[in-house]
Nanobody, 114 residues
Framework: QVQLVESGGGLVQPGGSLRLSCAASGSIFSLYTMGWYRQAPGKQRELVARITSSGTTKYADSVKGRFTISRDNAKNTVYLQMNSLKPEDTAVYYC????????WGRGTQVTVSS
């Protein structure tokens, strides 16, 4: 079993930055593919970025060049650095751990508004 706790969300103006963190516990973190997903009101949950156990990354086209996913296996934590934020980035952001079974955090709200 894996427990995931997200933090770092909040209200930011367009063009601003936020860094999300996801602390994992309960299993061997380094073996998991870790991902960030988001869900805006009335929309389906979508992949934002993910990073494999070997460090290979994948990004949604809408965030390429603006967001960076990284992981610190010593701290059992995955990060999402979000720069040049836009109003359309407003959503609840969820952390995901995947290895045969998928685990989810409860999410953290990100609101981009002036």
């Amino acid at each position: 079993q894996v427990q995931l706790v997200e933090s770092g969300g909040g209200l930011v103006q367009p063009g601003g930055s936020l860094r999300l963190s996801c602390a994992a516990s309960g299993s061997i973190f380094s073996l998991y593919t870790m991902g960030w997903y988001r869900q805006a009101p009335g929309k389906q949950r979508e992949l934002v970025a993910r990073i494999t156990s070997s460090g290979t990354t994948k990004y949604a086209d809408s965030v390429k060049g603006r967001f960076t996913i990284s992981r610190d296996n010593a701290k059992n934590t995955v990060y999402l650095q979000m720069n040049s934020l836009k109003p359309e980035d407003t959503a609840v952001y969820y952390c995901n751990a995947d290895r045969l079974t998928s685990w989810w955090g409860r999410g953290t709200q990100v609101t981009v508004s002036s």
